[in-house]
């Protein structure tokens, strides 16, 4: 019964913002971590952004200073605002979420652990 559905995707320019977002409904579990993902061909799927059920925001490197994840607890909503875009930004972003447990988000921003529910993605082309 969980549902995660992305939007906001697009093509932009180098520079230029975007603002995803992920509409969630069913999740089951009081506390949780929610992720965005990015994912190009030929490569693994990476970890971009993590928020959790106490408000815990963390980043990798790279986005750092430009990315921000935000959420809505009442419209069940997280959102990905992403500023002043790079080609290497382009891919197909996901949503994703887990129950968390004290170090699940760290986790994930170290590749080591994967999120159980996942939306479909959305596309986010980032032109030079």
């Known amino acids: 019964q969980v549902d995660l559905a992305e939007s906001g995707g697009g093509s932009v320019e180098s520079g230029g913002s975007l603002r995803l977002a992920c509409d969630v409904s069913?999740?089951?579990?009081?506390?949780?971590?929610m992720a965005w993902f990015r994912q190009v061909p030929g490569k693994e799927r990476e970890p971009v952004a993590t928020i959790d059920s106490d408000g815990s925001k963390r980043y990798i490197d790279s986005v750092k200073g430009r990315f921000n994840i935000t959420q809505i607890y009442g419209k069940n909503s997280v959102f990905l605002q992403m500023n002043n875009l790079r080609p290497e930004d382009t891919g197909m972003y996901y949503c994703a979420a887990n129950q968390l447990t004290h170090d699940y988000c760290s986790r994930i921003l170290r590749g080591i652990a994967i999120p159980y529910y996942w939306g479909r993605g959305t596309q986010v082309t980032v032109s030079s």
């Open positions: 069913g999740f089951p579990h009081r506390t949780y971590c």
